[in-house]
């Protein structure tokens, strides 16, 4: 077997949130805390996990948070109402409206509507295009604070053969676009790949962001391979926790405790007994993605404010 390094997502969202502490005190010492408004449209519940998530960060840090809840029945006219509201405060940096948004919502108006400059998340067309360009501006975070974590374990990037599984907006395209500006040598793969083992047997660096459970398994990975596997998919089916954590009993006594289990899109087993250094589920990606945000408010008052 080979040794295998884990990446350790928490050491390093701890390590970036610590490193903004004194930017954040050097806003408040000038003019005021940073802010950031947190938008959640109904009430699905892995979401309000991810709000509390945010806020509590933003509150660890002294980020200031405006949470604000509006029910699914919200119409388009309303949210686009409230975000030009934040767009016009100037008590506010950053603007995140959580995905996903009920049906009838027009997502890509509501993209759109977010004022560039107070992007938290990235996903302006404009700030797409400062990405594709490479010129500065807010990032999408998932994909930030991977490239952020490969740097400050001091794995190279440069020169080597990236696969990325995933196409979405939000991780497998802007992480596509960085690992290129990293001067790796990028293939894209997605749903219409043709050969999607073959394609991931050739990757030196595997990014993984498909969202189908443990998809990914020991045909798909080179061995001494870095493996990042963004998926967080919750399972309920009993076989399949035992089957894929049948080397952690832990996971499956927290299984019996809690009816689900959360797994990546890589098999966990395969990952760990391959690959050379691997991101776990959960512990890798996830905190990351809470960093970036955290870095991307900074950075986006530290603009506002002029410092
Ligand atoms: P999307 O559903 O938007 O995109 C999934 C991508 O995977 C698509 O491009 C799709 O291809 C591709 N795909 C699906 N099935 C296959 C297949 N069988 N073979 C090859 N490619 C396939 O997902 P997201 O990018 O939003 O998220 C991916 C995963 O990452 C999810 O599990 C999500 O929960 C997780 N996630 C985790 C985050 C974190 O902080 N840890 C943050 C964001 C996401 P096509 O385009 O052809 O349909």
């Given at each position: 077997m080979l040794s295998t390094r884990v990446l350790d997502g928490r050491r390093i969202s701890r390590e970036i949130q610590e490193e903004l502490r004194p930017r954040?005190?050097?806003l408040r010492a000038k003019s005021r805390a940073p802010a950031l408004a947190v938008v959640l449209v109904g009430s699905d519940p892995a979401s309000q996990i991810y709000v509390r998530n945010k806020v509590k960060a933003c509150q660890e840090l002294g980020i200031r948070s405006l949470d604000v809840s509006r029910p699914a029945s919200i119409t388009n006219q309303e949210l686009l109402a409230l975000i030009q509201s934040f767009n016009i405060d100037p008590e506010v940096d950053g603007i995140l409206v959580q995905a996903p948004l009920p049906k009838h919502?027009?997502?890509?108006?509501?993209?759109?509507?977010?004022?560039?400059?107070?992007?938290?998340?990235?996903?302006h067309p404009f700030n797409v295009g400062m990405l594709v360009a490479n010129r500065r501006g807010p990032r999408p975070c998932t994909?930030?604070?991977?490239?952020?974590?490969?740097?400050?374990?001091?794995?190279?990037?440069?020169?080597?053969?990236?696969?990325?599984?995933?196409?979405?907006?939000?991780?497998?395209?802007?992480?596509?676009?960085?690992?290129?500006?990293?001067?790796?040598?990028?293939?894209?793969?997605?749903?219409?790949?043709?050969?999607?083992?073959?394609?991931?047997?050739?990757?030196?660096?595997?990014?993984?962001?498909?969202?189908?459970?443990?998809?990914?398994?020991?045909d798909y990975i080179k061995p001494g391979a870095v493996v990042v596997d963004v998926g967080m998919n919750?399972?309920?089916?009993?076989?399949e926790v035992k089957r894929l954590f049948s080397h952690e009993p832990s996971r499956i006594a927290s299984f019996a405790k809690n009816g689900s289990a959360l797994v990546g899109d890589v098999e966990p087993l395969a990952m760990q007994n391959?690959?050379?250094?691997?991101?776990?589920?959960?512990?890798?990606?996830?905190?990351?993605?809470?960093?970036m945000l955290m870095a991307n408010t900074v950075a986006l008052a530290e603009q506002h404010l002029r410092c």
């Open positions: 954040i005190d050097a919502v027009d997502a890509e108006k509501v993209v759109l509507a977010v004022d560039p400059s107070k992007d938290a998340d990235g996903f994909p930030a604070g991977i490239i952020e974590m490969l740097m400050r374990y001091n794995i190279p990037i440069a020169g080597r053969r990236a696969v990325v599984v995933g196409r979405s907006d939000i991780v497998g395209k802007p992480m596509a676009l960085m690992l290129m500006h990293e001067n790796a040598t990028v293939t894209v793969c997605h749903s219409r790949t043709r050969d999607l083992a073959g394609e991931c047997r050739r990757a030196e660096l595997l990014v993984v962001a498909m969202g189908k459970p443990a998809a990914i398994t020991a919750r399972i309920a089916e009993e076989a391959l690959a050379g250094a691997y991101t776990p589920v959960p512990g890798g990606v996830g905190p990351l993605t809470i960093a």
